[in-house]
């Protein structure tokens, strides 16, 4: 599979080239479009047990859609659902990566991706928990909301990161969540901030420039006032 990405960087399509049989996964309802004599199937993929953890825990759909181009080839177009970048990220088998929710929007055949625990932010209504492991060879398509930036950490050095802005990072690293302000959550409160992603390099970290999480609690409190 071959990634080409059009109409950067605000409302960009992936445009996922095929291989002459050759099979994609993609989130349920990201596809846009795609070229002629390619076959659609949606199932649970990897079972009814591994459906329902991707779905209940780590917020993605119950059922992906595999696409298939013809003997001829063919190419499939996917989108998030909000607006901004994508990126496309390759996956190799010594340098698995873990995806936030809502982060995957598509998959090359050669990658699994599947249900992972990232951590304890999501259990008091932050945005860790569990995501989905990415691991074997090929390629990943992420949605981000709003614009991607990457931080490339080199050994030892650390940083400090929004969990509502961690799209995905790099499994080897060493990191830990903990409140933005340590043990003293009305200091939190106060702040604006809930949990944060420490982090030690060696290894990369993916960025979204704008928080899905904050803009549904803006969006909610601005049409109840309203």
Not at 33 to 58: F, M, N, P, T
Not at 133 to 141: F, L, N, S, T, Y
Not at 158 to 164: L, N, Y
Request: hydrophobic fraction near 45%.
């Amino acid at each position: 599979m071959k990634v080409q990405l059009r109409h950067q960087p605000s409302s960009t399509i992936a445009r996922c080239f095929l291989a002459g049989g050759e099979p994609m996964r993609v989130e349920s309802g990201a596809m846009v479009a795609h070229s002629a004599g390619v076959s659609l199937a949606a199932k649970a993929e990897g079972g009814i047990i591994a459906g329902l953890k991707r779905s209940v825990l780590a917020g993605e759909s119950f059922f992906v859609s595999t696409f298939t181009a013809p003997p001829t080839g063919g190419w499939v177009d996917v989108a998030p659902a909000l607006p901004g970048d994508m990126l496309a990220l390759t996956i190799t088998q010594d340098r698995p990566y873990f995806i936030s929710r809502g982060g995957w929007i598509a998959n090359s055949h050669a990658v699994t991706v599947e249900a992972k625990w990232g951590g304890l932010a999501n259990l008091f209504g932050g945005e860790g928990g569990f995501g989905l492991r990415a691991h074997g060879d090929g390629e990943v398509v992420l949605g981000v909301f709003g614009a991607i930036d990457v931080i490339d950490l080199a050994p030892g050095e650390p940083v400090t990161i929004d969990t509502g802005h961690v799209v995905a990072y790099d499994l080897a690293m060493n990191f830990t969540i903990r409140r933005a302000v340590s043990g003293r959550s009305l200091q939190s409160l106060k702040s604006g901030e809930g949990f944060v992603f420490d982090f030690v390099g060696p290894g990369r970290v993916l960025l979204q420039t704008r928080n899905p999480g904050a803009f549904a609690a803006w969006a909610g409190s601005s049409a109840s006032s309203g």
